[in-house]
């Protein structure tokens, strides 16, 4: 099996890309596995792996993304291909990453279509029971990434309220409004609560806010139902509102409309996570020219449709872990009978050879 990890492109001007879709100790243990990795030179330097890191490893450096594509059975991505690496994608090919067909250009779904493209998206794999293997750590850095995010965001200088998270004795700490139970909405409560936030969670599954309730019971975390009324009245006093709603494969509902926002105190602060899908607040969006920082209503918006990259080397261990087991099957029985043994790989597909699974065309 020959894999290729091409050196990721930024999604939009302005917006850097640091992870690679690949770590040096992934690619060893895929070439002791009787496999052939080849990663374009540079891949990895935005994470802290050099060349020479992979070629230790036992990869082979290629010296054009062009190369890295042709020699490659399946390709190793963070994200799908931007629009300069389409002519590179062979017939037949396997493309695995975080795909977001939703959001994809029709041109992307095109080439798909065209070259008889098998897609995997790391975002829908998902175990028997539910769970998405790949997403749950992405989700767990966005969590406690988002804390580090929103302080500074907060800060004088940048134009946000100059208010400190944890507060001190005899000043109140943030009011952080949290919109999702999952698994990034829990980390992100369980860290923005530990540093003596004042937390609320909404979501529409019961079962979710019981898991954070049992998990955050000395904590203040308060959980409620993610009805219009509780979001309306929390948003008016909110310091923060974290987006952290996924719906596999799907776009994201809006749950926080402009008129919402408009209520919204001075130099507060929104971080929508869901923005690869859509974002889930009205006023979120992915401007062409990579600003993902920007203000609406004197409220700072955070939408940076790759923000797990600001902690690339994390990402990248984090990303080759939870990948690891399906591709070392990719490998040991090939992608064909990896598929039948494996269900939730088998879940993971956007298309199968040209054919594009129609409730995920965007």
């Known amino acids: 099996m020959q894999f290729g990890v091409p050196k990721e492109i930024p999604p939009f001007k302005g917006t850097d890309e640091y992870r690679v879709g690949l770590s040096p100790m992934g690619a060893q243990e895929l070439i002791l596995c009787g496999a052939k990795v080849y990663v374009e030179s540079k891949a990895g330097v935005g994470a802290g792996f050099s060349d020479g890191d992979y070629e230790k490893a036992g990869a082979t450096v290629v010296y054009s993304k062009e190369e890295a594509y042709r020699r490659a059975e399946i390709l190793l991505k963070v994200r799908r291909p931007q629009q300069d690496e389409y002519p590179f994608i062979k017939e037949g090919q396997v493309i695995m990453g975080f795909i977001h067909l939703i959001t994809a250009r029709k041109e992307f779904v095109k080439t798909i279509s065209d070259k008889k493209v098998t897609l995997v998206g790391y975002e829908i794999v998902q175990q028997p029971d539910g769970r998405l293997p790949i997403v749950i750590p992405f989700s767990e850095m966005a969590g406690k990434l988002s804390v580090q995010i929103a302080g500074r965001l907060l800060e004088s200088p940048r134009g946000g309220r100059g208010i400190l998270l944890g507060g001190i004795a005899g000043i109140p700490p943030a009011e952080v409004i949290i919109l999702g139970g999952g698994t990034l909405g829990c980390n992100a409560a369980k860290t923005f609560a530990g540093i003596g936030a004042n937390v609320y969670v909404l979501d529409i599954d019961r079962s979710k806010l019981d898991h954070l309730a049992c998990h955050t019971a000395n904590m203040r975390v308060t959980t409620m139902f993610a009805t219009r009324h509780n979001i309306e009245k929390l948003i008016k006093f909110a310091d923060v509102v974290i987006g952290a709603v996924l719906l596999r494969g799907k776009r994201s509902p809006t749950l926080v409309t402009k008129e919402m926002v408009k209520t919204m105190r001075r130099g507060s602060v929104i971080i929508d996570f869901s923005i690869d899908q859509g974002g889930c607040v009205e006023t979120a969006k992915i401007s062409p020219s990579g600003k993902f920082i920007y203000t609406v209503d004197d409220v700072i918006h955070f939408c940076m449709p790759n923000a797990t ?19 070392k099957m990719i490998t040991e029985l090939g992608f064909e009978k990896a598929l039948k043994q494996s269900k939730a790989l088998a879940n993971g597909l956007y298309a199968e050879k040209g054919v594009i699974k129609k409730e995920f065309l965007p």
């Open 309 to 327: 990259s600001l902690i690339a080397r994390t990402a990248v261990h984090a990303l080759t872990s939870s990948a690891f087991p399906y591709l």
